[in-house]
């Protein structure tokens, strides 16, 4: 695992915490938007981290006082008779492959979100599979503010997570939505004091990485595809998946704990 070890310029910094991996959008002055070199560096180091069995779990938060507010518009100005960006292209080429890294990453991401996040920001956020947020933080679906169309898996997630009436409000209106709101409405799993984030989010990251790792890669996996399956095609994968899970050494290792009446020791190996 690379290390970078607080350049003021890189656009994001890694930080290897025993088999935590702490990754920091570091672009403060811009609310940690995305210019192309941070979308390259976080790219790098999500695939390094979902191939490297040795980390266990990863913390995502922003530096400064935003998570991360999407694209960088500064970068989508265009004078007059110019040519336009092809947004598809952009999406296609740098936010899609990034929600399905997280989607899809072997081992659980933790989001602290330490302040507003916007656009992509919040649906970056929203992909993670545990979501913290500073009781400061916000989530806004900026888009439609620009006349865009909620990217990164927002009309996806969105819905899911706080039903057809308010995704369609959020999306279309750019309201933002505060921390304490977004945890009542199930948009995230807790609101915490501020002071309270980074302590609780890594605690909770360490816990993950002491956890049978494998095990919940497959509970990843499993509600990833919940729900687009039939109950038919869920209940035939979870079978696959248990039978799988069942052959880990940390399902051997947890029973035996259970057993012995002592703390397991999982490795968070496949086999
Ligand atoms: O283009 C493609 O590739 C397609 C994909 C698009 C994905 C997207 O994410 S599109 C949506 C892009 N994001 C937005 O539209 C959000 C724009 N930002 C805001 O609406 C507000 O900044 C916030 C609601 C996020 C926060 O507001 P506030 O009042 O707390 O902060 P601020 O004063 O607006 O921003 C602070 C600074 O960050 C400011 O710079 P300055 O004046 O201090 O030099 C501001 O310009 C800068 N900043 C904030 N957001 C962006 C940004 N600079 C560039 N791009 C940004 N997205």
């Given at each position: 695992m690379s290390e970078t070890t607080g350049a003021p310029a890189a656009p994001i910094l890694v930080e290897r915490r025993g088999a935590v991996v702490r990754v920091v959008l570091n672009r403060p002055d811009r609310l940690n938007s995305f210019n192309v070199e941070m979308h390259r560096a976080l790219r790098a180091a999500m695939e390094e981290i979902a191939a490297?069995?040795?980390?266990?779990a990863v913390l995502l938060t922003g530096a400064g006082r935003g998570f991360c507010a999407g694209q960088d518009l500064a970068d989508r100005a265009v004078a007059p008779g110019a040519a336009r960006p092809d947004l598809g292209a952009s999406v296609d080429t740098w936010y899609n492959p990034l929600i399905r890294l997280i989607r899809t990453m072997p081992k659980p991401i933790v989001c602290a979100v330490n302040g507003v996040a916007a656009g992509a920001g919040a649906n970056i956020a929203l992909a993670c599979d545990i979501v913290l947020a500073a009781r400061s933080a916000s989530f806004v679906q900026a888009f439609a503010k620009i006349g865009l169309v909620p990217d990164s898996g927002g009309t996806w997630v969105l819905p899911r997570l706080v039903g057809e009436a308010r995704a369609r409000a959020l999306a279309l209106t750019a309201e933002p939505v505060k921390a304490e709101r977004a945890e009542a409405w199930g948009m995230i799993w807790k609101v915490v004091d501020d002071a309270e984030l980074e302590g609780e989010a890594m605690a909770l990251a360490e816990r993950f990485a002491a956890a049978p790792t494998h095990g919940l890669a497959l509970i990843k996996r499993a509600l990833f595809v919940s729900s687009t399956n039939t109950l038919d095609t869920q209940l035939d994968l979870e079978r696959d998946l248990q039978r799988e899970a069942g052959a880990t050494p940390d399902y051997a290792e947890g029973v035996a704990a259970f057993v012995e009446k002592r703390k397991p020791n999982f490795t968070g190996r496949k086999g």
């Open positions: 490297d069995e040795s980390v266990r």
